[in-house]
């Protein structure tokens, strides 16, 4: 059965190629929103959002034009949720592929590409920005064409700014996207696919839907298939972009469903709704995103644990992509070992950790997965620098590898390739992509990617180029765990796993940053660090100097003597058996900047 007045799609592009400015457009055309209250990034609902000018949070919202519904999915445009990407596309029966005109095709629109392609819905291709006086409209068409092998004449013009093209923009999505197509039309066939969903005090957790066969009403009874969770609907609707409460919502509409969960862990991005009663077969390819990061996150106040507890679940009501356990360490007290879908995702729920629960933090160096394989048989799964085998205990160890995708222009490919070395990137394919760029396909460890490889690319390339990755499979890996002793004790905190070949770089950085920030003691200090079972870099702190004469007036020289050498006894057998107890401030200080 065909729904023949509904166009659902989605908005695929790099970062800040103009998806969430297309958008606003859409809405002024349409007049889905009243002209006081249009404002810029109308869809980006974060404050985060509007700061960085990206899209983090999935929004759909539901338009009408010419007798026609049009369901929109805005959606993130960074490598860290392409899952979501994935699966919203699963909900929408076509795809605007949008391109800068004046940055042309860049890696992560090669990503989003491919996403789409796997599932075979039509693709519109759009330029952005044709307004600007640096756009190059030409060779951009020509750039989109011959990548989607399509003619010049099919690429849409359009103008974020001005709202050019647009309103021929939606007229092309009339035609060229298909109308919904329901697979089970029984009296009590519902099935529905969780694109996204939020949490609220009130309601509990809200998923965003988008409903595949039958028809949902307030107080139905449903189950999560994945989750195997129950609830009853207490409320449906649409986004119109807020949300609007409907009698019912019906196959082919995206809408949402509040649910009234209100613990963890429930609702995942992927699930398939169905009834209790009637269950359909669940959507294919479901599966939970994995954690590819990890930190340790700890309150600077011991006193607010138990706020940072209540507030991490609360976060995971609304992203389930990112995991939380808890764990002590000796140095800095009791926090959470957490996991994230990459360093963006990392970034955005600290910051969100401190802007809406208040909570100062302390974060540890980010760190990933290893598989160790130890002598005597076991085989473990290593998420934090603490748990690495001592030296001598691993027989091997394995660590993810990532496949690379990176558009540069050509004059840069000896900066590069340089770059690759430091990185231990082993270089693929290249091939020409007109305009002077290059598309280059590599490999390198996920280690790597995380010791500023980003920052390092756009340096070298003077910010042009661009980069997608993808996770592939677990390699050998040739590392080490580095610890800090302080006053001969190990540091926790400051243990990482660094490559074998820049163990001794990051340990005299590492030593002498600490040596720059630690307060001197009452004895003479030593700070250290240890790899491969030995110690391959130290520094000592020189103790603090106090005049143990200062209150003798004249008299015999040997009182002084006397004095100073019994502070210097004191000092050497305070330095075998001194602790240093070490502040806040200096874990802080060692952190920031890593």
Known sequence: MKLRNIRNFSIIAHIDHGKSTLADRMLEVTNTIEERKMKDQ??????????????????????????????????????????????????????????????????????????????????????????????????????????????????????????????????????????????????????????????????????????????????????????????????????????????????GEIGYIVTGIKKPGVASVGDTITLTKNILPALSGYEKPKAVVWASIYPEDSDDFNTLRLSLSKLQLSDASFTHDEESSGALGRGFRCGFLGMLHLEIITERLRREFGIELIVTHPSISYEVHYKKGETKMIYSPVFFPEHGEEEKVLEPWISLKIMVPGDYLGNITQLFYEHEVIMGSSEDFGDGRLSISAEMPLRELMRNFFDDLKSASSGYASLAYEMLDYRLADVVRMDILVAEESVAAFSRIVARKRMQEEAEKTVEKLFKVLPKQMF???????????????????????????????????????????????????????????????????????
């Not at 009339?174 to 697979?183: A, D, F, N, Q, R």
Request: a neutral charge; hydrophobic letters at 40%.
């Open 42 to 251: 109308l869809l980006d609902t974060m404050e985060l959002e509007r700061e960085r000018g990206i899209t983090i949070k999935m929004q759909p919202v539901r338009m009408e034009y010419k007798d026609y519904i049009l369901n929109l999915i805005d959606t993130p445009g960074h490598i860290d949720f392409s899952y979501e990407v994935s699966r919203a596309l699963r909900a929408v029966e076509g795809s605007i592929l949008l391109v800068d005109a004046t940055q042309g095709v860049q890696a992560q629109t090669l990503t989003t590409l491919n996403m789409a392609k796997e599932l075979g819905i039509p693709i519109i291709p759009v330029l952005s920005k044709v307004d600007s006086p640096l756009a190059l409209v030409d060779d951009v068409k020509e750039e989109v064409a011959n990548l989607l092998d399509c003619s010049i004449d099919d690429i849409y013009e359009t103008s974020g700014k001005t709202g050019e093209g647009v309103a021929e923009l939606l007229d092309g999505i009339l035609e060229k996207v298909s109308e919904p197509i329901m697979e089970f039309d029984g009296a009590n066939d519902f099935r529905a696919l969780v694109f996204d969903f939020k949490y609220s005090t009130h309601k509990g957790i809200i998923v965003y839907v988008r409903v595949l066969d039958g028809e949902i009403s307030k107080n139905n009874s449903l189950i999560f298939r994945g989750a195997k969770e129950k609830f009853n609907s207490l409320e449906v609707g649409i986004f119109s972009p807020e949300e609007e409460a409907r009698e019912s919502l019906k196959a």
């Open 524 to 594: 003479v200090t030593k700070i250290q660090a240890k790899a491969d079972g030995r110690i391959i870099a130290s520094k000592r702190l020189s103790a603090m100097k106090k005049d143990v004469t200062g209150h003798l007036y004249g008299g015999d020289i040997t009182r002084k003597m006397k004095l100073r050498e019994k502070q210097k006894k004191g000092k050497k057998k305070m330095l075998s058996q001194g602790r240093v107890n070490i502040s806040q401030d200096v874990f802080l200080k060692m952190m920031k900047g890593d």
